[in-house]
């Protein structure tokens, strides 16, 4: 677990929306425009490709001090000994990710009401992802949107850091922000965009303007 988690601009990756270019480059450019923290969501690529990524990944951002997070998969955040996991309600059960990843690693969980952000408070997770905030066409299976005012009643109860994240781009984040979220999660916004560094320093410059 970590005091000092940075938040604010949380990259998701998608290799099916990155438009041909490279995880390596969309990192770079994004890690450049201002990203604080990277989660690796790939869910339709082999183990070992999926493997192979993440330990890239790792190989570009530790140097440069941005927590990785892999989604899902505890066996590749082991292997990799990335920073951390993202969990969602459907996949291990908190406990057992935090047994096999060690107490100083950053466990992240997916809440998507208000029930289950009244049962995080009863774990030691490091931040809950509020899910979805508006829905989005990069992730289907997903329940109601929480809208602002979900978001506004999770965050009146939960004492953990929060990280929004569904349909966020520039015409929103500061509504979202100013809900008192730590952060914003975003997919789209930069992976798709012509300039991922440009678009990761504008999402980066509404945040801190609103922190
Ligand atoms: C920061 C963040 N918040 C929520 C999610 C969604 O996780 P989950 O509900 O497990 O869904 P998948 O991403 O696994 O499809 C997330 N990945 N990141
Ligand atoms: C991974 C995930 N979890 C909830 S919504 C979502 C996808 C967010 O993608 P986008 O930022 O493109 O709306
Ligand atoms: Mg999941």
Known sequence: MRDNLDLSLYLVTDQKLSRGRTHEYIVEQAVRGGVTIVQLREKDVSSRVFYELAKSLMGLLRPLNIPLI???RLDIALAVEADGLHIGQS???YAVARRLMGKD????LSVENLAQA???NELDVDYIGLSPVFSTRTKQDINKPLELSGVKEIIGITKHK???IGGMNSLNIESVMKTGVDGIAVVSAIVSQENPQEAAFRLASLIHHEK
Not at 105 to 108: E, F, L, S, V, Y
């Open 91 to 93: 996949d291990l059960p």
């Open 118 to 120: 009244r049962e995080a």
């Open 162 to 164: 929060t990280v929004a």
């Open 70 to 72: 892999i989604n899902d």
């Open 105 to 108: 690693k950053i466990i992240g």
